[in-house]
């Protein structure tokens, strides 16, 4: 089982990023989605989820509005599509499937500085 993040890097202030998170060995479509991140000196934040079934969303109040999570189930992919990005921001960004069991991603670096 893996989960592999991909689309970090650095942005600037007012920008936009896309990450990636493809899944492989177990079944996609019935797990649950989240994105979380966690910058430095904080604990784990929730962003943003994304439902097996109906692929209802719903976000963090801090990104509410200028993030969006999508999945495309037949790439096993899921998405958070970031825009409009703040230097508060940065953090490392971790995806996790929930499901039966829980699987977590090794994090990709994202960076909103000028």
């Known amino acids: 089982v893996q989960l592999v993040e991909s689309g970090g890097g650095l942005a600037q202030p007012g920008g936009s990023l896309r990450l990636s998170c493809t899944a492989t060995?177990?079944?996609?479509?019935?797990?649950?989605m989240r994105w979380y991140r966690q910058a430095p000196g904080k604990g784990r934040e929730l962003v943003a989820t994304i439902t097996s079934t109906s692929g209802s969303t719903n976000y963090a109040d801090s990104v509410k509005g200028r993030f969006t999570i999508s999945r495309d189930n037949a790439k096993n992919t899921v998405y958070l599509q970031m825009n409009s990005l703040k230097p508060e921001d940065t953090a490392i960004y971790y995806c996790?499937?929930?499901?039966?069991?829980?699987?977590w991603g090794q994090g990709t670096q994202v960076t909103v500085s000028s």
């Open positions: 060995a177990f079944t996609f479509s019935s797990y649950a």
């Open positions: 996790d499937a929930l499901g039966h069991y829980e699987y």
